[in-house]
């Protein structure tokens, strides 16, 4: 098994570079951005121990694809994909937030709710609902992006207040929400899957509020398949799900929630390929084709070297 689980690289042009929880982002001229999805995975705010073959690639293609075919609702960042597991895009000023839209309870919010709470960012949650129930209409709840550590709900009206975001902004950025998520409501319908909740990230370039980072992929966002839906709601049973849960789920049965005493589980090779296959599952089933893997034989951090440095000569 390889896995792409980290990058040193100095390209031409370099002026920074940021290691993230599963991206890793190369400033070029202060001006362009190469994102390289690796093979880490994140779960609690803490990177796993062991990568997953061929998630960088799937993050990075359904997110282009994405990207492509919703850039009549709103501008966004991305100009190539000169790798399989990379997008090279414009450098924005990112907003210190994130914008997660939700359209079923269940999660974390459902944690929430379950332990009484009733108000979610500002947002007033009816009584009553069950695990996996739809809200009347989608709510967002945005949160603020830490560097380190948890990131943490907030308001509409705190963001304003704080400055994180000024009125204005906040209003396209909200406006940019909920048509994303309806257009990618759409498509995964048309595959036979709902998707239940994601995350935006937005940032200005000259002015202009574009949207960066990745879109509808399984590691910002939740889909379940709409077969059995509203039968194993009627009767209290778990959703299928395609998404990053599982393997929260699975971190939990097994005593870790990246809280204080907790250890983390070994993550055998046979679970990593068993995860590798969930996401390859969900690429086929959200996109409607058939997942390509890219060569792995070689060195495949040169592979992505060799492809990055051939692009931006030729810019």
Known sequence: MKALTKTDYHFAGQTS????????????????????????????????????????????????????????????WKLATPDPMVTVGLKCEGFRMEMIIRSILTGSAWRAYKDGCREL??????D??????????PIITPTTKADEGHDMNISREEIISQGLVSAEDYAVMEDYTRRLFARGQETASKQGLILVDTKYEFGKRDGQVYL?????????????YADGYEANLSAGLPQRQLSKEFVRQWLIERGFMNEPGQSMPEITDAYA????????ELYEHITGEAFVKSPYSGDLSERIERNISDYLANL
Request: hydrophobic letters at 35%.
């Open 212 to 224: 960066i980072d990745e879109i509808h992929t399984p590691d910002s966002s939740r889909y379940f």
């Open 273 to 280: 390929e068993s995860v590798s296959e969930r996401y390859i």
């Open 17 to 76: 570079v940021y290691h993230g929880k599963v991206r890793d982002v190369y400033t070029i001229n202060d001006d362009l951005l190469v994102m390289v999805a690796t093979d880490r995975i994140s779960a609690f705010d803490v990177i796993l121990p062991k990568g997953i073959p061929y998630k960088g690639q799937v993050l990075n293609q359904i997110a282009a694809k994405f990207l492509d075919s919703t850039s009549d609702i709103c501008p966004n």
């Open 128 to 137: 009553g609902m069950k695990e996996n129930e739809r809200f009347p209409e």
């Open 121 to 126: 960012c500002g947002v007033r949650l009816p």
